[in-house]
């Protein structure tokens, strides 16, 4: 992971920049954050910041705010100003996934581990629940979790709820539910497969 750059002093950001709230309308128009003077054809007043793709995560976008010839995310540099502590190496986590969403209240500190479990789910998952994969090989569902950059397999099965039960169940001994990470709604999930009568699920692993 690349470290984060340093943030400019908080008397320059204070100098420079206003914390304003943002409504959920103007996420999208909105960085959270507005020049408080005029500069380099930016009028008081006027949103500080631009919308560009995120440096990594494909799809997603972010807002960075240009100050004294650097570029910033705009979430670190409302956190600071908000809360008057530095994030240093630690990134700083949207809690609603909406990167969006930089209201200095759904800012928080966060290792790499904590912003992975608050992670949304990847665009192209086809099974409709994180850590839940279609296996070609076996012809199965695969359960895993991923902790620390390191997956853990669960097991194989042919039920897609089954599997999709015991990452659930996981996630919950680990406590990632208290830390933001929504747990899969099993009466919502479809499998088709011959072993999904109600109440009636077997595992089977290997």
């Known amino acids: 992971m690349t470290k ?4 400019p002093p908080l008397e320059r950001l204070n100098e420079l920049l206003e914390i304003v709230p943002i409504d959920p309308s103007q996420f999208e128009i909105q960085s959270g954050l ?5 500069r380099g054809g930016q009028k008081a007043g006027s949103v500080a910041g631009t ?12 807002w960075r705010v240009r100050v004294d010839g650097r570029k910033y995310l705009a979430s670190r540099v409302i956190y600071f100003m908000a809360n008057g502590e530095d994030p240093g190496e630690l990134t700083v986590d949207h809690e609603d996934q909406n990167p969006m969403n930089n209201n200095s209240g759904n ?11 608050n992670s949304p789910m990847y665009r192209n998952n086809t099974s409709g629940v994180t850590g839940v994969t279609w296996s070609k090989a076996r012809g199965k569902w695969a ?4 902790l620390q950059g390191k997956y853990t397999y669960l097991g194989y099965y042919t039920c897609k709820i089954e599997a ?3 990452v659930r169940d996981k996630w919950v001994e680990f406590g990632w539910d208290k830390l933001g990470r929504e747990l899969p ?3 919502k999930l479809e ?3 011959h072993r999904c009568a109600p109440h009636n699920f077997q595992v089977e692993s290997k």
């Open 4 to 7: 984060p750059i340093a943030l």
């Open 34 to 38: 507005v020049w408080r003077i005029s």
């Open 51 to 62: 919308k560009k793709p995120s440096l990594i995560t494909p799809g997603r976008f972010d």
């Open 107 to 117: 800012l928080r500190l966060a290792n790499s581990d904590t912003q992975q479990i």
């Open 143 to 146: 359960a895993r979790t991923r």
């Open 164 to 166: 999709a039960r015991i």
């Open 185 to 187: 709604n099993l009466d």
């Open 191 to 193: 499998c088709g497969c």
